[in-house]
């Protein structure tokens, strides 16, 4: 009876050790596929910003852009299955519980489900532009699109105010948790040497408050769209970067905001290397 309950308890922890393993190899392959996304749109923005830029800088243009290059459909096709690890990671926690404190809570379990569904929704598109579907359009007219529909239904009007301020709220907690360096619960700290925490810190606190910006700006188009019953003031990821050149900084506000995406990508590989998962 000992040898049958022993045997039970080893191949359940096998199980676990093994569930484990592959929620963490998901976990790394999908962060390092949205450090990737990151730094491709950072490097669009940074070309528009310096007039040099001809693609739309969103997930369709870092698409466009990946499979120019020598074996782009294979990097696509990679940067598909990384994100489809990247939603797998997300539904486990959701199952599951998040790592660190309080992680089986139904507070923290459903924003790893909504982050689980977005993800999904990414993988889809960009595999499907893999395949040649063109699974990812002009971010600016997806949102534009779906806006008009959303308002064609009752209280669709306030439906998109909501969205639009819960998006600006969004941006705010990602850009104050970027500089309370909020991400030092989630890495191995003591596993990085003073130049590596340098550099996590230079691009996590960058990254995150552009990452934020982005965020506050596209939910204040959304808001203003509700506001004025125009769907056609809703900006996607492209307008709303553009959107920053018109500000009286100019080009060199987007600039920056551009580098800072370019920071959050490379912020996203530090995740994939060093995170708790």
């Known amino acids: 009876m000992n040898a049958r309950v022993l045997a039970a308890t080893g191949r359940s922890r096998a199980r676990r050790a ?17 450090g ?5 749109v950072g490097i669009l923005a940074l070309r528009i910003a310096f007039g040099t830029g001809n693609r739309q800088a969103d997930r369709g243009g870092a698409l466009a852009e990946l499979s120019d290059k020598p074996f782009g459909a294979v990097l696509l ?16 926690e959701a199952l599951f519980g998040v790592t660190g404190k309080d992680g089986h809570t139904l507070r923290k379990r459903l924003p ?37 529909r959303v308002m064609e239904i009752p ?10 301020v819960a998006i600006v709220v969004a941006g705010a907690v990602i850009g104050v948790q970027a500089v309370r360096r909020s991400y030092h619960k989630k890495l191995k700290l003591g596993a990085l040497s003073p130049r590596v ?14 990452r ?23 900006k996607g990821l492209d307008d709303t970067l ?10 060199w506000l987007l600039a920056l905001v551009a580098a800072g995406l370019v920071l959050f990508g490379v912020f996203s590989f530090t995740l994939a290397r060093w995170r708790r998962v």
Do not use: H, K
């Open 18 to 34: 093994a569930n484990g393993s592959a929620a963490e190899g998901a976990a790394r392959a999908g962060l390092t596929a949205r």
């Open 36 to 40: 990737v996304i990151y730094l491709l």
């Open 77 to 92: 096709w990679a940067l598909g299955a990384g994100l489809v690890g990247m939603a797998l990671w997300r539904l486990s």
């Open 112 to 148: 790893a489900a909504a982050r689980c569904v977005f993800y999904a929704f990414v993988a889809y598109s960009v595999l499907a532009f893999a395949a040649g579907a063109g699974g990812s359009g002009s971010s600016d007219r997806q949102s534009r699109d779906v806006t008009a």
């Open 155 to 164: 209280a669709g009007r306030w439906l998109v105010g909501v969205a639009g």
């Open 197 to 210: 925490r340098r550099l996590v810190d230079v691009t996590g606190v960058g990254g995150g408050v552009a």
């Open 212 to 234: 934020g910006l982005v965020f506050a700006g596209a939910g204040a188009f959304a808001v203003r769209a509700a506001v004025d019953y125009q769907p056609d003031r809703v």
């Open 242 to 251: 553009r959107s920053f050149a018109d500000t009286p900084l100019g080009p």
